[in-house]
């Protein structure tokens, strides 16, 4: 949530190059202040992925000259470069603006930037829990989409003040009044001072700043009480340790305090406190209703867990906050490096990634296929590419990664039940009762002349209709599917079928057994643990005739005949032959008995023959990838 330094040789404001890097080293000094709680407010900016959110905040901190003109640039709170590239925010990211309201009084703004897409739900469900308003950003172009219904309803959960503001309006097919009734039906806040703005051009900027200290409340707190202070993220920084990012609910914070994290009971002296502005500048304490950060010579992020409550040594509050629910990965899959010598430059690659991504857990495994690597857990597909890229961009190592798969509980028929993370681990069927997969509800928004093909779309991967509303003029579909058929290409071919125009969103709501099989894939004769799946039983036939068919364009020729079967236990269900490379061993013969031409071939034959007994297929790592994606 903070600024966070993506590894290399400074910290995140340099990286940004705002400041040099000598200074990010020791940020610099502002004097103490003490400010009134009436006058400070926190808020977050949530919205859909693409309807403006980072551009807003741009706007926002140019307006009130938090950064001089000439360190401004776009996406300026996106620190990695990644988030540049995609157009996306993946962190939440904090800023402190200064500002001077039109009557005359001056007021701190603590801003937080959330992610939009599904996969980062969790960062701004923490973001919420340190604030007290949102701005709820909308599109006036496209409407209130499904993630913006996703974050607003989180938004309504943790009790905040909602401003509306429908962004885009200098652009032709803007709405504002069809927008603001769609705002008032499907989400059911009131429209009527919601704020038309343009964060490209910053028409309405400035309504925005006076909405923001007018409407939203101020945060609550006693400046007497002991120190009670919410740990909202931390991350690592090659220079000072792990900072964390504190939200100040009671007391003061003052450099020297010595601090305890209640859940773990661990205590450290403050060596600095600051706040984001948004480079790091230190300043002399953290009063009641402040956002800001602190290091404590704390050396390993896992030291300082998300949600913890912050209280002194002595004289300390007694009950800690209520927390937050710890992120669970709901996709896995094997990442192995293409070159088996690079096994220790992985390793080093994903510890220091997951210094800095709490949701990013992993586990060594093998694979007697792809050697030495690891099992790493996601939060949806987005974020699997977002590590894999940032491993393969930063470190410079080529990977494999495996099939994603789910986590499935497979229960015994001595009672127990075991989590499946890998289909390449099922235990033998004859000990397991049942298996239940997770389930998600599903929300979809779709222009009416895609309907069709969308709830096609569905049924097709299982799903149970649960709901067809209208919001406005679209449709507003609601469905129960499995995450196991949604985690490969649901939304890339929902993307497909709809030309771009739909919206989609879920959360997990539980498990449910279901007549699942694992597949595995035999490549002349031997299983090949990267592309063993858990399918429904109806559909392995067809899956596995698909993934024969696909091995067999991808798996170049050998000189010998290679046979690839999908099967279920010691049943084939599917089988293709990829037909040998042919030598003209006759070449040499001119004319002759027909018996020279004979012996010659059976030769060869038998040649062929002991090569496939002991030949090596080498599968090369695009077709790992393409034969995952079944339905193109």
Not at 167 to 181: G, T, W
Not at 193 to 199: L, R, W
Not at 491 to 508: E, H, I, P, Q, W
Request: charged share 25%; net charge negative; hydrophobic share 40%.
């Amino acid at each position: 949530m903070g600024q966070r330094p993506v590894f290399g040789n400074c910290d995140a404001g340099a990286r940004r190059g705002l400041i040099p890097i000598a200074k990010a080293r020791n940020p610099p000094h502002i004097p103490a202040m003490s400010t009134d709680l009436s006058h400070i407010r926190n808020f977050s900016i949530v919205a859909h992925i693409d309807h403006g959110k980072s551009t807003l905040a741009d706007r926002l901190i140019q307006a009130t000259n938090t950064v001089a003109d000439r360190d401004m640039k776009e996406q300026l709170l996106d620190a990695m470069d990644i988030e540049r590239e995609r157009g996306i925010t993946i962190k939440a990211n904090t800023v402190r603006i200064d500002y001077e309201a039109l009557n005359g009084e001056h007021y701190v703004l603590n801003l937080i930037d959330t992610p939009g897409h599904v996969d980062f739900a969790y960062e701004v469900s923490r973001s919420m829990r340190a604030v007290e308003g949102s701005l709820l950003v909308v599109d006036s172009t496209q409407g209130v989409e499904a993630q913006t219904l996703a974050n607003v309803y989180q938004a309504i959960d943790a009790d905040h003040e909602i401003v509306p503001v429908f962004n885009k309006i200098d652009l032709p097919a803007s709405d504002v009044s069809r927008v603001a009734e769609q705002v008032e039906d499907v989400i059911g806040i009131d429209a009527s001072g919601a704020i038309p703005v343009s964060a490209k051009t910053g028409e309405g900027i400035r309504e925005v700043l006076e909405a923001i200290v007018h409407h939203l409340p101020a945060p609550q707190g006693t400046r007497d009480a002991p120190l009670k202070a919410m740990l909202v993220d931390s991350w690592y920084d090659p220079y000072l340790g792990v900072v964390v990012l504190v939200r100040i609910m009671d007391g003061v914070l003052k450099k020297g305090d010595r601090i305890k994290m209640m859940q773990t009971g661990a205590v450290y002296p403050v060596d600095r406190i600051g706040v984001f502005r948004p480079q790091m500048a230190r300043i002399d304490e953290l009063g009641p209703g402040e956002i800001g950060f602190l290091t404590a010579s704390i050396k390993q992020v896992r030291d300082t867990k998300v949600g913890d409550t912050i209280t002194t040594e002595k004289k300390g509050v007694e009950t800690p906050l209520p927390g937050f629910k710890p992120s669970q990965p709901v996709v896995f899959c094997g990442l192995f490096p293409v070159d088996s010598a690079e096994f220790e430059d992985l390793r080093d690659a994903i510890e220091k990634l997951a210094l800095n991504d709490a949701s990013f857990s992993y586990e060594m495994e093998t694979s007697a296929a792809l050697g030495f690597g690891f099992r790493c857990g996601f939060l949806g597909l987005l974020h699997l590419e977002v590590v894999r890229d940032r491993i393969e961009r930063e470190y410079d190592i080529d990977l494999i990664t495996t099939a994603p798969s789910v986590v499935y509980h497979v229960y015994m028929r001595d009672g127990s039940m075991q989590e499946l993370h890998n289909p390449a681990d099922m235990p033998d069927l004859t000990h397991v009762a049942h298996i239940e997969e997770p389930r998600i509800k599903a929300t979809i928004l779709v222009p009416d002349e895609f309907l069709g093909d969308v709830l096609k779309l569905c049924q097709d991967r299982r799903g149970i209709q649960l709901e067809l509303t209208y919001a406005g003029s679209r449709p507003l579909v609601v469905y129960d599917l499995p995450l196991n058929e949604v985690v490969f290409d649901f939304y890339d071919r929902l993307k497909s079928v709809t030309k771009g125009y739909a919206s989609f969103d879920y959360a997990l709501t539980g498990y449910r057994q279901d007549n699942l099989v694992k597949m595995q894939v035999l490549v002349n004769d031997e299983p090949v643990d990267a592309l063993s799946m858990m399918v429904h039983r109806d559909r392995a036939e067809l899956r596995g005739r698909a993934m024969c068919e696909k091995l067999k364009d991808l798996i170049p020729r050998h000189m010998f005949k290679i046979p690839i079967q999908a099967a279920i236990g010691g049943k084939v269900i599917a089988r293709e032959t990829l037909s040998a490379l042919r030598k003209d061993v006759t070449a040499k013969c001119y004319g002759g008995d027909a018996t020279r031409k004979r012996k010659l071939l059976d030769k060869q034959k038998a040649g062929k023959k002991k090569m496939r007994q002991f030949g090596k297929v080498d599968i090369p790592q695009e077709a790992f990838i393409s034969a995952l994606k079944m339905d193109s």
